[in-house]
């Protein structure tokens, strides 16, 4: 008899690590459905914009009564110029702070919720939300709406842990450092970060692999990934 193929809903695919994510899972054989605005490059499109409760349900609607086996919550946003000399608290809007909270924190709480059915027929359901190590305590970054927003996602995880713990779902937050997608590479070369070496994306896609290895009696709470130097 064949094995079922593991079906994986990667949020965030169009770029980054999301689409790096999807990328890498398409290849391994698993079947992907990538949500995104914008095209992904692999998996089954659900078109959505994850920032408004009508995008949350046209993606619960596309994705039915699927099984999901692994929800990788991947996708991310921040305030215009964040982590730029151009960044400036004060001149940030009131809409910019409620978007990047509500696809950041309120997004991953929702499409959780609303997608336990689905994991739940899973053997080894499991959620990976991306945070960011500016979500860690006394983090130096001046970005009010993204570092609020990390720091929410972490404190959403643990309680969903237990909300959801009848369920049988892992949760865990990926903390890591600035990841070498295109765009972080981008904003290094032409100066609007500083010089750096920032953490290979395989490592990131090594950490999501070992945790969807593990057996269902572990979960992982959070892994915290720093550029060394």
Do not use: C
Not at 6 to 32: N, P
Not at 76 to 104: C, H, K, L
Not at 136 to 154: Q, Y
């Amino acid at each position: 008899m064949e094995s079922r193929r593991r079906e994986i809903v990667v949020v965030g695919a169009s770029r980054g690590i999301g689409a790096a994510i999807a990328q890498h899972f398409t290849q391994k054989g698993a079947s992907i459905v990538s949500i995104s605005r914008g095209q992904p490059v692999a998996g089954k499109w659900i078109q959505a914009d994850i920032s408004t409760p009508e995008g949350i349900k046209s993606i619960v609607r596309s994705i039915g009564e699927s099984t999901v086996d692994a929800l990788l919550f991947m996708g991310g946003v921040w305030e215009n110029g964040a982590f730029t000399e151009q960044y400036d608290f004060m001149t940030s809007p009131d809409e910019e702070t409620r978007f990047v909270i509500a696809v950041n924190t309120i997004a991953p709480i929702e499409l959780t919720k609303q997608l336990v059915k689905n994991l739940a027929k899973s053997d080894n359901p499991r959620a990976i939300f991306i945070g960011a190590l500016s979500a860690l305590d006394n983090s130096p970054t001046i970005e009010v709406a993204n570092t609020a927003s990390k720091f929410g996602l972490r404190g959403a995880a643990q309680s969903l842990r237990l909300a959801l713990r009848d369920y049988k779902i892992g949760i865990t937050v990926i903390n890591p450092g600035n990841v070498a997608t295109e765009e972080v590479m981008a904003d290094i070369g032409e100066g609007r970060f500083a010089a750096q070496i920032p953490i290979p994306l395989s490592d990131v896609i090594s950490a999501i692999e070992w945790i969807l290895m593990l057996s269902n009696m572990v979960d992982v709470g959070e892994i915290n990934l720093y550029q060394k130097g």
